[in-house]
């Protein structure tokens, strides 16, 4: 599904957009993932638990949408540092 969403992401959004959409999506994957990571440390097993499964489904979507956002080159210009990020911010979420 997510795939075939990115041609309409680099039809509908200039530049600045994709790098904003990429920097949501971002903080969304890093929200659910904090989510599991901290059922981990409460000794659950989120993996194995049916009641982590809709965290499970929503960190899955967010990886196939940044993804996305990576293919349409948001991500490139924070990793290169040519939007609003400082070098050492760009660099930080590059090896994220």
Known sequence: MCNGFTPHDVIGLGQEALVAQYE???ASFEY???LWD?????CLD???????????GLCDLIQELLSSAEHT???DQ??????RHGPDQAEELSHR
């Open 32 to 34: 659910v993932d904090a």
């Open 46 to 56: 989120p993996a194995n638990d049916p009641r982590f499964s809709a965290v499970a």
């Open 24 to 26: 949501a999506r971002l």
């Open 38 to 42: 901290k059922a981990k440390a409460n």
């Open 78 to 83: 924070i990793r290169y540092g040519r939007h």
């Open 73 to 75: 080159g948001g991500g």
